[in-house]
């Protein structure tokens, strides 16, 4: 059964993502630190991933992850090598960026969201050492990151590398995700976790309005307060998650948009950058101002729109990579049993009959395959394995 609370999460958080850099809104990175959210629950797959497979789960999430990089890269490599990018061997990073690939004036804008997949990459890698560790010193382990971005942000580590900074920044949010798979937040007493939370997310807000950046309370400009506020939010949002979501697909409309999207989470989020630059200046030439509320929402319908189209065009890429059928629009109902008999030019079994036998002659029904396990599994919070979701492996 899948776990349709992380799916709701994670259908906010790429809604977020998507009107957040269309909107440029910084109120919405507070309400809401989606990308926190995502490694969170990244973290906590990978955790299932690795006690069901060990090591051998690297390559699996790999393999989940990087061919919707490759078609992106197949799209406009080619463009940015047209358009200004000089030819080199870092060209190559495209294809497992370990590193941030190279782009030109334009693609290094379009493109920008790939710093998402180098860390999810890198977290990935990173995940077998760090889960030992996690698991025989749970607190030292999780601490970790955070004194990282704290020894960074008070200038004991200045001009810090780009993995330290990250690995600081986000890392805490995937072993909090390891945290919920082991079902340690769970346990955790409301009277501890809550007044946990509280603290350091006061202590996160603190930061963040006392040092705003360039955007004012965006908390993408404000590392440490990004770090705690987003900690506070996944020890509740996930810390605490509800035990009954059935609620959301009694809503067929919200369930099948919660199934899509989760889906084809990685192909809306790699591609709906582009469409975002794109239309930036197109809706300047018919009179709106970039900030003029009607432009601004017709922007945010038409990148929803074009990223749907795209999505109907590539998107079968994650169904591939995750060993599924590939479907144009995932997450079609299944028909019942009783709907399927009566479509049937057989005919149901009349009254009496056993199953798969009409008078004389047998229905013999076509051999099934045995379902692989899914590795891409999303665990409840005592660590049991639900269901399948985004950035995550089969």
Do not use: C, Q
């Not at 294809?95 to 379009?110: C, T």
């Not at 770090?227 to 979501?245: E, H, N, S």
């Amino acid at each position: 059964m899948r776990n349709r609370y992380l799916d709701l999460l994670r259908f906010l958080a790429i809604l977020r993502v998507v009107t957040y850099h269309v909107t440029g809104y910084a109120s919405l990175t507070l309400v809401f630190p989606a990308m926190a959210v995502m490694f969170a629950l990244a973290g906590s797959l990978m955790a299932a991933s690795l006690d069901r497979t060990g090591v051998p789960a690297v390559a699996r999430r790999l393999r989940r992850l990087l061919p919707s990089l490759w078609v992106l890269a197949a799209a406009f490599v080619p463009a940015m090598l047209l358009t200004g990018l000089p030819p080199s061997p870092k060209v190559l990073l495209w294809l497992f960026p370990v590193s941030d690939p190279p782009a030109n004036y334009w693609g290094g804008l379009a493109l920008s969201p790939i710093w998402y997949l180098r860390d999810y990459l890198w977290f990935v890698l990173a995940s077998p050492l760090a889960l030992w560790l996690f698991r025989r010193a749970p607190l030292p382990t999780l601490a970790a990151p955070f004194a990282v971005l704290a020894a960074i942000e008070f200038g004991v580590l200045p001009n810090p590398p780009t993995v330290l900074r990250e690995f600081g920044l986000y890392f805490g949010a995937w072993l909090l995700g390891f945290a919920h798979h082991d079902g340690l937040l769970r346990r955790m007493r409301n009277w501890v976790l809550l007044p946990l939370a509280a603290v350091v997310g006061a202590a996160g807000l603190a930061w963040i309005f006392t040092h705003p950046g360039p955007r004012g309370y965006d908390i993408n400009d404000i590392p440490l307060g990004n770090a705690l506020w987003a900690a506070a939010f996944i020890l509740v949002a996930i810390g605490r998650a509800p035990t009954d979501t059935a609620w959301v697909d009694r809503v067929p409309v919200l369930g099948r948009a919660v199934t899509v999207v989760n889906r084809r989470a990685l192909t809306i989020y790699l591609w709906h950058m582009p469409f975002v630059v794109a239309l930036t200046p197109l809706v300047g030439l018919v009179g709106w101002s970039p900030t003029d509320p009607v432009g601004l929402w017709l922007r945010v319908v038409l990148v929803f729109a074009l990223v749907g189209v795209v999505t109907l065009v590539v998107g079968w890429v994650e169904d591939v990579a995750a060993r599924r059928t590939p479907e144009l629009v995932p997450g079609k109902p299944r028909r019942s049993v009783a709907e399927r008999a009566a479509d049937d030019p057989a005919g149901p079994a009349p009254p009496g009959v056993a199953a798969g036998f009409v008078g004389a002659h047998p229905r013999v029904p076509a051999p099934r395959r045995s379902p692989e396990p899914s590795a891409d599994a999303a665990p409840d919070p005592g660590g049991r394995v639900r269901g399948g979701g985004p950035f995550s492996d089969r």
